[in-house]
């Protein structure tokens, strides 16, 4: 099955700022992840979404962050008042439709995230 | 949360070597994937083996749960296998995958 498209794939803001990453499945996915990676470190889990809510969120997502899904088809990330810390590659990722496979991920090619 | 520890860090081998990658974890899991983050910082899916072995062409992994690790298996190794191998758990049901810190591998001409 294919993956999912994000965009912007690069997106340079100044802190302060508000971001919008947007991600775009293929097909018609019911589950939906962001994870981020800072350079150098290993990937983090941010959010999983099923079914149009929030079904799980680390310490990372805090007040800071939300993720919708506007009109049924694109997956946002939106990070208000950008920090220097918040830099990293972004990645939305997919899960697998049917249940002979719970939570096989598929990930997007990453929206790399900086904040100057 | 659950710990999720890869070995070795770093492996540098000549092309046509083997190598085995390591990811021990902490607790029963859902899910177990393996990944590989190429240079370009995509991260391709290469199994789901939450038990169990598979095989895709020069690469194999086997999930021990009982045991909690997995190996990951790589032969003839080829230029184009350099990257970074990620080892990820699901354990929540609600599809939070936990990533180990990764192994890099490099592999020389």
């Known amino acids: 099955e294919p993956e999912v498209t994000q965009t912007p794939s690069h997106q340079v803001t100044q802190m302060g700022q508000e971001v919008i990453l947007r991600c775009v499945p293929i097909?018609?996915?019911?589950?939906f992840y962001w994870y981020r990676q800072i350079l150098g470190q290993k990937v983090e889990f941010l959010v999983s979404?099923?079914?149009?809510?929030?079904?799980?969120k680390s310490e990372i997502f805090d007040d800071q962050f939300s993720v919708e899904r506007p009109d049924g088809s694109n997956f946002t990330l939106k990070i208000r008042s950008t920090k220097l810390e918040d830099s990293a590659m972004y990645f939305c990722a997919r899960g697998t439709s049917g249940s002979s496979r719970p939570y096989e991920q598929y990930f997007g090619p990453g929206t790399r995230l900086t904040v100057t | 949360g659950i710990q999720v520890e890869q070995s070795p860090p770093d492996l540098i081998l000549q092309e046509g070597a083997n190598s085995t990658l390591r990811c021990n974890f902490s607790d029963s899991v859902n899910n177990l994937q393996w990944f590989h983050q190429n240079p370009w910082g995509q991260l391709i899916n290469l199994f789901y083996i939450p038990s169990g072995t598979k095989q895709n062409g020069r690469l194999s992994a086997t999930t021990v749960a009982t045991e909690r690790y997995s190996l990951l298996y790589i032969s003839s190794s080829q230029t184009t296998d350099s990257g970074v191998y990620f080892c990820a758990v699901e354990y929540t049901n609600a599809g939070k995958s936990t990533f180990g810190d990764g192994t890099t591998l490099t592999v020389k001409p």
């Open positions: 097909s018609n996915h019911l589950y």
């Open positions: 979404f099923y079914n149009n809510e929030i079904s799980e």
